[in-house]
């Protein structure tokens, strides 16, 4: 077999999870360069394997393609889903940010937080910042959080600080 189909790291044993619907589950997986240089099962990789090759028994456990983001914010990913969306998208204005939190505290047991995301004071028909004195108007039984659409709090005059109330 040629120097180039020796494999770095062979995976045997393993539930591999290709992503291909023509082969999508095999046994093993060699990997070369940190490449994927072949999939299939244990026998048909076994030849790649060389006496500097690391092999792996994944005893039978699952093995998925690795997921790779270069800026992933996963916890932040998943509270947008309990969140109010302040997006330019979806408001425009202060007001309709008032009335986005006077729902939402309708739904919200007392004292628990409501807490938003999007706000982009550049984006709002006002030209002003939204502040505490508007959250006071509308959620006088709740904390408020506000989170600015660059991903960090944002205060009244200083970019990227909070509104909590």
């Given at each position: 077999?040629a ?17 291909d ?18 999939v ?26 690795g ?22 998208t ?5 007001a ?23 706000y ?17 108007e ?13 991903g ?14």
């Amino acid at each position: 077999m040629a120097n180039s189909m020796r494999a770095d790291l062979v995976i045997l044993g393993g539930n591999i999870i290709t992503v291909d619907s023509v082969r999508p589950r095999v046994q093993a997986i060699a990997v070369k360069f940190g490449r994927i240089l072949a999939v299939g099962q244990d026998d048909e990789l076994r030849p790649l394997v060389r006496t500097d090759t690391r092999v792996v028994d994944a005893h039978g456990k699952t093995v998925i393609p690795g997921l790779n983001d270069a800026h992933c914010h996963v916890l932040s990913a998943g509270r947008s889903h309990f969140s109010v969306n302040y997006g330019s998208t979806v408001v425009k204005s202060i007001a309709e940010i008032k009335k986005a939190i006077t729902e939402k505290a309708k739904t919200t047991p007392k004292g628990e937080w409501i807490v938003d995301f999007g706000y982009d004071d550049t984006k709002m028909v006002e030209n002003w910042y939204l502040n505490r004195n508007d959250l006071d108007e509308v959620a006088k039984e709740h904390p408020v959080w506000v989170r600015h659409v660059c991903g960090l709090p944002k205060l009244e005059g200083q970019p990227c600080r909070g509104i909590l109330r």
